[in-house]
């Protein structure tokens, strides 16, 4: 089992900054990939940003340039730096992470609000 817990949500301007955190525990040497989703009302959960094991990294259209996701392996943990905020990017954002044998385990999820 790994768990997962996110931290760094809130309510920013457009055009504001916020970075988010997910720290993980458990079984984490089974991970071989990190990632955020998102999903706003409805809509369906969508991919956000990804990370690999070897690093790798790759990004929803509507992010490549404003957000940047990175690790810190002491940590054990996955950030999502997110500029230039639009009200678009408003949605609830979930931090997953896939073990080797395909299980994917999910954060509790963190609000993000964009105002105009």
């Known amino acids: 089992q790994v768990q997962l817990v996110e931290s760094g949500g809130g309510l920013v301007q457009a055009g504001g900054s916020l970075r988010l955190s997910c720290a993980a525990s458990g079984s984490i040497f089974s991970i071989n990939a990190r990632g955020w989703y998102r999903q706003a009302p409805g809509k369906q959960r969508e991919l956000v940003a990804a990370?690999?094991?070897?690093?790798?990294?790759n990004y929803a259209e509507s992010v490549k340039g404003r957000f940047t996701i990175s690790r810190d392996n002491a940590k054990n943990t996955v950030y999502l730096q997110m500029n230039s905020l639009k009200p678009k990017d408003t949605a609830v954002y979930y931090c997953?992470?896939?073990?080797?044998?395909?299980?994917?385990?999910w954060g509790q999820g963190t609000q993000v609000a964009v105002s105009s």
């Open positions: 997953a992470a896939t073990a080797q044998w395909g299980t994917r385990y």
């Open positions: 990370i690999t094991s070897g690093g790798s990294t």
